[in-house]
């Protein structure tokens, strides 16, 4: 398994600003995945998150409104910018450890835009 | 693409008692199959997961089982217990891919 961690794990955020949230693990992981999780919802992939290129991101969700980045194998990056109320969920990193399809993880940022 | 419906949306049983959560697919791709458990404010929990060459597999109070001619699998909680009151989320794996499709989750509760 892996141990995933992730910053801030709440915030509170005005409309019209950005938070970006950090997501780290314990050991070197193949894939890094970013999932949105509205209210009383299921997990909705945002995109994978791959090491020295640009992130591959899922229908609906394009690069402006969620940069990622990921410097190495282990740190990620997802940011929420120009944030509305809408955008209020729970936001969890996601790692597959070396090819096994098994993913775990993080304990997610719970983000709430007023 | 994939696409996984999950029911009951809430299970309410007796302490003691079995607890089934079911989860059809539609891509018949599809090889592998996770249970996540969510408490609440906490990320979700992998608990078992499947593969396509398995039919059933079981971890002490937990089984899954799958029948890929229907396209089904199945999550049977055995012996509840209150710690078992969660979210539980089943997922499909697309073949070839790494990209995991979630049910709409399974709000169980387990009664004293």
């Not at chain 2, 607890?19 to 458990?37: E, G, H, L, R």
């Amino acid at each position: 398994s892996a141990v995933i961690s992730q910053k801030p794990s709440r915030d509170i955020c005005q409309r019209g600003t950005s938070l970006t949230i950090q997501c780290q693990v314990d050991s070197q992981v193949t894939m890094m995945f970013w999932y949105r999780q509205q209210p009383g919802q299921s997990l909705t992939l945002i995109a994978t998150a791959n090491q020295g290129s640009e992130a591959t991101y899922e229908s609906g969700f394009v690069i402006d409104k969620f940069p990622i980045s990921r410097p190495n194998l282990t740190f990620s990056t997802l940011t929420v910018s120009n944030m509305s109320p809408e955008d209020s969920s729970i936001y969890l990193c996601s790692v597959e450890v070396v090819s096994s399809d098994t993913q775990y993880f993080g304990p997610g940022t719970r983000l709430t835009v007023l | 693409g994939e696409n996984v419906e999950q029911h009951p949306s809430t299970l309410s049983v007796q302490e003691g008692d079995s607890a089934v959560i079911k989860c059809t697919y539609s891509d018949s791709a599809s090889n592998y199959f996770p249970w996540y458990k969510q408490e609440l404010g906490k990320g979700p929990q992998l608990i078992i997961d499947i593969r396509s060459n398995v039919g059933e597999k079981k971890d002490q109070r937990i089984a899954v089982t799958l029948n890929k001619t229907a396209k089904h699998f199945s999550l049977h909680i055995t012996e509840t217990q209150p710690e078992d009151s969660a979210v539980y989320f089943c997922a499909g794996l697309t073949g070839g891919g790494n990209k995991l499709t979630f049910g709409t989750g399974t709000q169980l509760k387990v009664e004293l």
